[in-house]
């Protein structure tokens, strides 16, 4: 491992230096300064010299060669691990940015369903309210007759389930106030007749006989009314819509 470590840091062109140096100084020594001084500068023989060039730059030319093609492995190899590095690094990001980005996603879907809690809630709430005020209205409108207060209090009572019902409750609701007002348009059109105490006989009969028969009339209209509050029909209605739900309702 060592080896390898030394390996890779070696300056290869410094030791092709060393070793031209090196092959200079054996040549020198053992042909001879004076020697090779005189063969290139006394007249020399152009190809000869030309030769003896050639055979003694060779092996440097192979030293340079092997020293650049070694330099040019060291760099690719130093270029190959640092991308290994950086690989390593943009791994590690990679991980902490999707394990930020899965925190993220939990945290978003935690806050999604505390949001939807928060809207069941407080829909749940509201229509809970509504469902108080349809039997209060029955508290108050029921044992007496109804009149033209109890149409716009059912009237009212039905926009604001519009809110948080869908569309059949708010029509059911409609359906109720507009029979209170069938129902308060009929009576006024068709009152009692007062019984003249002097009449007698058959006249008489004829009158309380018209008056039971418009008594029955009274009675299909607030027959209808007042079972919509009897509660198998209220609970029936409502059911439906008395639990806790985590999407508003839209018709169609």
Do not use: C
Not at 156 to 164: C, K
Not at 203 to 225: H, M, P, V
């Amino acid at each position: 491992m060592a080896f390898r470590d030394t390996w890779k840091r070696m300056n290869w062109l410094a030791v092709a230096g060393v070793a031209t140096a090196l092959y200079v100084i054996a040549v020198g020594y053992t042909l001879g300064w004076s020697r090779t001084w005189s063969f290139l500068t006394t007249e020399p023989d152009l190809n000869e010299v030309g030769d003896f060039l050639a055979g003694l730059l060779a092996p440097l030319a192979l030293v340079w060669l092997i020293a650049a093609v070694l330099t040019q492995r060291q760099e690719l190899n130093e270029t190959r691990d640092q991308f290994v590095e950086n690989q390593k690094v943009v791994d590690a990001q990679l991980k902490t940015i999707n394990a930020q980005n899965a925190l993220l996603s939990l945290q978003h879907n935690q806050s999604v369903e505390n949001a939807k809690q928060a809207y069941r809630l407080s829909l749940f709430d509201k229509r809970f309210a509504i469902y108080q005020s349809f039997i209060k209205f029955n508290e108050a409108h029921t044992g007496k007759d109804y009149r033209d207060e109890s149409y716009w209090a059912m009237t009212n009572l039905a926009q604001e389930s519009g809110f948080v019902f869908d569309r059949s409750i708010e029509e059911w609701f409609e359906a109720i106030a507009q029979q209170i007002h069938d129902y308060i348009q009929f009576k006024s059109l068709n009152p009692h007749k007062n019984l003249n105490f002097s009449l007698l006989g058959e006249e008489r009969d004829a009158f309380d006989e018209y008056n039971r028969n418009l008594e029955k009339q009274y009675a299909e209209y607030t027959g209808w009314i007042k079972e919509q509050f009897l509660p198998e029909v209220r609970i029936g209605k409502f059911w439906h819509f008395l639990h806790v739900s985590d999407q508003p309702y839209i018709e169609g």
